[in-house]
Nanobody, 127 residues
Framework: VQLQASGGGLVQVGGSLTLSCGAP????????MAWFRQAPGKERAFVAG????????YYVDAVRGRFTISRDNAKNTVFLQMNSLLPEDTAVYYC?????????????????????WGQGTLVTVSS
């Protein structure tokens, strides 16, 4: 399956954006999904994960309480709602699919679990 992320853009500090990740022609309904991000000059890092059915989520401390990951399996889409954005949220955001079915949200925080990545969408937060 190929993943396609969208929704990035330029936003002011304190603003909101919603990212979407779909799988045109494919399905990831049985797989945990996650969002990672890569800031300029830094390695790609986990942001949020969601289990295959959408019942549990897991966040890195830096975004907990501001970001919400969700999914609509009927539409093969995963979302990342980002509120109260900060300059340090500026990064290219990638969606990722688990390498095995029926996995947990927290397991997606390990870089070895995802085996499929979207192309990335740029989020820029201006101060």
């Amino acid at each position: 399956v190929q993943l396609q992320a969208s929704g990035g853009g330029l936003v002011q500090v304190g603003g909101s954006l919603t990212l979407s990740c779909g799988a045109p022609g494919g399905s990831f309904s049985n797989y945990a999904m996650a969002w990672f991000r890569q800031a300029p000059g830094k390695e790609r890092a986990f942001v949020a994960g969601i289990n295959w059915i959408g019942s549990t989520t897991y966040y890195v401390d830096a975004v907990r309480g501001r970001f919400t990951i969700s999914r609509d399996n009927a539409k093969n889409t995963v979302f990342l709602q980002m509120n109260s954005l900060l300059p340090e949220d500026t990064a290219v955001y990638y969606c990722a699919k688990d390498s095995r079915p029926y996995g947990s949200a927290r397991a997606m925080s390990g870089h070895l679990r995802p085996n499929t990545w979207g192309q990335g969408t740029l989020v820029t937060v201006s101060s």
